[in-house]
């Protein structure tokens, strides 16, 4: 079956860490840019950060520049965030999605909760 | 960049057209041959139905269509269903931003 498994999502304190998962079947995941997207309760869908298929390109959005690092593992068919400062503004379900070319987001994942409180 | 601009709401009747805007600028939108829609229902991931401003994937019905005019593209759902009732999202390869959504109600 070609999927998206998002995984690591949870409550963490602010100032906290997180890492997210997310893992591919089904397709060739190391022909793909893959992105994290995240929907804030009562917000809309937000791009958060990406990889291209090599690794060799990526991207954060200005508001986690310096917080979150997204790297992958191709042989491991993974995509990973790495969230360091939580803000309270950072809780989201965090989805996971394959770009097919041009910002075709075809396949996404189930998503994963990351909440920040204390 | 800044977010398309599209309406928080929209509705309408079963059996009913409605369409929603998604307006961006002469450097995003209005130059793309990219534009994509998005439909999230509550608790669920989001799902493509329009890319490259018309085509649809398969597996989604023909009621869904998609147009570009200058700056503002726009998704028009035809034959409303209660299973339509969702939150729509546009975006454009260029402008890099989802539109801010827009919930669409069947009435």
């Known amino acids: 079956e070609v999927q998206l498994v998002e995984s690591g999502g949870g409550l963490v304190q602010p100032g906290g860490s997180l890492r997210l998962s997310c893992v591919g079947s089904?397709?060739?995941?190391?022909?793909?840019?893959i992105n994290w997207v995240r929907r804030a309760p009562g917000q809309g869908l937000e791009g958060v950060a990406g990889?291209?298929?090599?690794?060799?390109?990526?991207y954060c959005v200005g508001s986690v520049e310096g917080r979150f690092t997204v790297s992958r593992d191709n042989t491991k068919r993974s995509l990973y965030l790495q969230m360091n400062g939580l803000r309270a503004e950072d809780t989201a379900v965090y989805y996971c999605?394959?770009?097919?070319?041009?910002?075709?987001?075809?396949?996404w994942g189930q998503g994963t909760l990351v909440t920040v409180s204390s | 960049q800044s977010a398309p601009t599209q309406p928080p709401s929209a509705s309408g009747s079963p059996g009913q057209s409605v369409t929603i805007s998604c307006t961006g600028t002469?450097?995003?939108?209005?130059?793309?041959?990219?534009v994509s829609w998005y439909q999230q229902h509550p608790g669920e991931a989001p799902k493509l139905i329009i890319y490259?401003?018309?085509k649809r994937p398969s597996g989604v019905p023909d009621r869904f269509s998609g147009s570009k005019s200058g700056n503002t593209a726009s998704l028009t759902v035809s034959g409303l269903q209660a299973e339509d009732e969702a939150d729509y999202y546009c975006?454009?390869?260029?402008?890099?931003?989802f539109g801010g959504g827009t919930k669409l109600t069947v009435l």
């Open positions: 490259e401003v018309n």
């Open positions: 999605t394959r770009d097919s070319g041009y910002s075709k987001f075809d396949l």
């Open positions: 990889m291209s298929p090599d690794g060799s390109e990526k």
């Open positions: 089904g397709f060739d995941f190391s022909g793909f840019w």
């Open positions: 975006k454009s390869h260029e402008g890099g931003n």
């Open positions: 002469s450097s995003d939108v209005g130059v793309s041959n990219y």
